[in-house]
Nanobody, 125 residues
Framework: QVQLVESGGGSVHSGGSLRLSCAAS????????MGWFRQAPGKEREGVAT???????TYQFSLKDRFIISQDKIKRLLYLEMNNLSPEATATYYC???????????????????WGQGTQVTVSS
């Protein structure tokens, strides 16, 4: 079992940056894949980025030049660095994890088995 707690959300102006963190408490098998999702009001949840235990990363194509996913496997922390933010990035951001070995990629519609409570990101113009 994996428990996830996100932090680092907040309000920024367009062009600003934020770094989200996700602290993982692991009881049993370590995650094979972790990722970030977001859900804007009135929209479906969408994958943002994934990272597997080998540090292989994937991104939603439109975000790959501005967002960076990383992890500290010793501290069990997952990060999402978001740069040059636009109002379209306003959403609740969720951290997710899965211990099962399956394709860990946004384009493969990877979905987590464990989820955090979310952290709000608001970008004003």
């Amino acid at each position: 079992q994996v428990q996830l707690v996100e932090s680092g959300g907040g309000s920024v102006h367009s062009g600003g940056s934020l770094r989200l963190s996700c602290a993982a408490s692991v009881y049993g098998a370590s995650p094979y894949c972790m990722g970030w999702f977001r859900q804007a009001p009135g929209k479906e949840r969408e994958g943002v980025a994934t990272i597997d235990k080998y540090d292989y990363t994937t991104y939603q194509f439109s975000l790959k030049d501005r967002f960076i996913i990383s992890q500290d496997k010793i501290k069990r922390l997952l990060y999402l660095e978001m740069n040059n933010l636009s109002p379209e990035a306003t959403a609740t951001y969720y951290c997710a994890a899965a211990t099962e070995i399956r394709l860990c990629a946004v384009a493969a519609n990877w979905n987590g088995d464990y989820w955090g409570q979310g952290t709000q990101v608001t970008v004003s113009s």
